[in-house]
Structure formats: structure tokens, C-alpha cells
Nanobody
């Protein structure tokens, strides 16, 4: 059973940067599609970005394209989300997830594991 632990959240001013990390353990990591999601106060959880552990192909939501970069380090079993030019509307709890090719749907069949979340607050 894969386990995920996020870190790196915090308070940052608009225009600043943060890098989130997600330590991955257990399971067959290479078989997973890894993703970041976020949930702002009072809103539904939404997809941010995903990466294939093997091959490294990525996809990002339009709202973060050009500002956020998802990557992984196989040697460290760690998933990253580099967030640049942050905006107040990026304020949310960010979750990493491991799953299959339909992970963006966030359905029970698509996601095998969720992390506990890390809070990112962007002040204006």
C-alpha cells in the first residue's frame, strides 16, 4: 500500500515561490501516475498537475500552466510541485495522490492513495 507525506507548505506573498514535496513509500511506485490536487476554503477539490512516474510526461491545469511545474525524483521517491508567481487564489490545501490513468477524476477507482495535505497561503 503506497503512502504519501506532503511537506513544504506555508505563507508566501503574492508573486513569490514555494516548492511542495511528497515523499512516496510502499507499493510499486513505477506503476503509478502521481498528481497534485488542491482544495480552497469553501470550494471543491480540483486537479492541479500530474506526472507519469515512468517517462515523466506531465499535464497541468490551465489555471497553473506556465507557473507551476510538477516533477519527480526516482532516486529519492519524491514528487515535487514547484510553484512560481503565486497568486492569492492559489491559497488552498494541496494534496498529492497516487493512482491510475484517470486520476484527474478523483474517483475511488482512480486514486489509490492520498496524502494528508499541506496548506499554502498566498497573501496579497
Amino acid at each position: 500500500q503506497v503512502q504519501l507525506v506532503e511537506s513544504g507548505g506555508g505563507l508566501v506573498q503574492a508573486g513569490g515561490s514555494l516548492r511542495l514535496s511528497c515523499q512516496v513509500s510502499g507499493g510499486t511506485i513505477s506503476s503509478y501516475l502521481m498528481a497534485w490536487f488542491r482544495q480552497a476554503p469553501g470550494k471543491d477539490r480540483e486537479f492541479v498537475a500530474a506526472v507519469s512516474w515512468i517517462g515523466g510526461s506531465t499535464i497541468e491545469a490551465d489555471s497553473v500552466k506556465g507557473r507551476f511545474t510538477i516533477s519527480r525524483d526516482g532516486a529519492k521517491n519524491t514528487l515535487y510541485l514547484q510553484m512560481n508567481r503565486l497568486k492569492p487564489e492559489d491559497t488552498a490545501v494541496y494534496y498529492c495522490a497516487a493512482g491510475g490513468p484517470t486520476i484527474q477524476t478523483m474517483s475511488d477507482d482512480a486514486v489509490d492513495a492520498w496524502g494528508q495535505g499541506t496548506l499554502v497561503t498566498v497573501s496579497s
